[in-house]
């Protein structure tokens, strides 16, 4: 039998019973339902177990949620159907009002689904690799602590780049286009394009801009100026702090994750999650 995972956003007040009224719904079309251990449902399991033996996976909550669910898969081809719980909702993009007639769709085959692309980003010191991360939306190079100017010297396929001097620098996918980069000043990539976007946070210079590369690139950063107060953070779900000749790899990770897509194209949520067109 096909195992339904659900996974929720902990101590939401609707994640309760929408996780009962989608488990119903899978029961009745003959799924096998589980959920993560901090929900309240019949059948409970560890989250990372779940994430091992589900077939179709529920997400009930924001992004952040959606992208913990995602770590947790790893590189298990699953579609993700998100019912958005937070405040964006650019990953978990089905409504709770919509969500038991689109999940009836999904149950019985009729859904469309899309792949995104993952980066991978490896923290090197002294020749070992520290930390070995796949990331949806993107690896940031920021400042802890007091504020400072840092300087981040950016390599891309052996070539030297630049030396960015700014409070910090953000690598992204496409779909961590409209992430931490957008509040940045970068631009906005439709998910299919691909590309790795490298996006200065408050550059010293007014001529440092957002730099797009080809999704194929091999991106090396280390700081060159104050590494002692230096934080590289994944998907805003792991931190590390870098130390003098610390260097970050980035580019391209091998797999896809697949989310479901609601009854609506790109463009018509991004024109209801930014407003455009409106007074």
């Given at each position: 039998?096909?195992?339904?995972?659900i996974f929720?956003?902990?101590?939401?007040?609707?994640?309760?019973?929408?996780a009962?009224?989608l488990s119903?719904?899978?029961?009745?079309?003959g799924?096998?339902?589980?959920a993560?251990?901090?929900?309240?449902?019949?059948?409970?399991?560890?989250?990372?177990?779940?994430?091992?033996?589900a077939d179709l996976?529920?997400?009930?909550?924001?992004?952040g949620?959606l992208i913990r669910?995602?770590?947790?898969?790893?590189?298990?081809h699953?579609?993700i159907?998100?019912?958005?719980?937070?405040?964006m909702?650019?990953?978990?993009?089905?409504?709770?009002?919509?969500?038991?007639?689109?999940?009836?769709r999904?149950?019985?085959?009729g859904?469309?689904?899309?792949?995104?692309?993952?980066?991978?980003?490896?923290?090197?010191?002294?020749g070992?690799e520290?930390?070995?991360?796949?990331v949806?939306?993107?690896?940031?190079?920021?400042?802890?602590?007091?504020?400072?100017i840092?300087?981040?010297?950016i390599e891309?396929d052996?070539?030297?780049?630049?030396?960015c001097?700014?409070?910090?620098?953000?690598v992204?996918?496409?779909t961590?286009?409209t992430?931490?980069?957008?509040?940045?000043g970068?631009p906005?990539?439709?998910?299919g394009?691909p590309?790795?976007?490298?996006?200065p946070?408050?550059p010293?210079?007014?001529t440092?801009?957002?730099?797009v590369?080809s999704?194929?690139?091999q991106?090396?950063?280390w700081?060159?100026?104050?590494?002692?107060s230096?934080?590289?953070?994944?998907?805003?779900?792991?931190?590390?702090?870098?130390q003098?000749?610390?260097?970050?790899?980035?580019?391209?990770?091998?797999?896809?994750?697949?989310?479901?897509?609601?009854?609506?194209?790109?463009f018509?949520?991004?024109r209801?999650?930014l407003?455009?067109?409106?007074?």
């Amino acid at each position: 039998m096909a195992v339904v995972g659900i996974f929720g956003k902990q101590k939401h007040p609707d994640v309760e019973a929408l996780a009962r009224d989608l488990s119903r719904l899978a029961k009745a079309a003959g799924w096998e339902v589980w959920a993560e251990t901090s929900l309240e449902t019949d059948l409970v399991m560890p989250p990372a177990d779940l994430a091992a033996r589900a077939d179709l996976v529920v997400v009930l909550g924001g992004d952040g949620t959606l992208i913990r669910v995602v770590r947790l898969l790893d590189d298990r081809h699953v579609p993700i159907f998100g019912v958005n719980l937070g405040f964006m909702g650019y990953l978990t993009e089905f409504t709770v009002e919509e969500a038991a007639e689109q999940f009836a769709r999904v149950l019985g085959g009729g859904a469309k689904t899309a792949e995104r692309v993952r980066l991978q980003a490896d923290l090197i010191r002294d020749g070992q690799e520290l930390v070995s991360a796949k990331v949806l939306n993107d690896v940031v190079v920021s400042v802890f602590g007091m504020s400072r100017i840092i300087e981040i010297s950016i390599e891309i396929d052996g070539a030297h780049v630049t030396t960015c001097r700014a409070d910090g620098l953000i690598v992204s996918s496409p779909t961590g286009s409209t992430a931490y980069s957008l509040s940045a000043g970068g631009p906005i990539v439709a998910p299919g394009v691909p590309a790795i976007l490298i996006t200065p946070i408050c550059p010293h210079t007014l001529t440092m801009r957002p730099l797009v590369v080809s999704a194929e690139s091999q991106i090396r950063l280390w700081v060159e100026r104050n590494p002692g107060s230096v934080q590289a953070t994944f998907d805003g779900q792991e931190v590390e702090k870098m130390q003098a000749g610390d260097v970050l790899q980035i580019g391209r990770a091998p797999g896809r994750v697949l989310l479901v897509q609601p009854p609506r194209d790109y463009f018509q949520l991004l024109r209801a999650k930014l407003k455009w067109g409106q007074r």
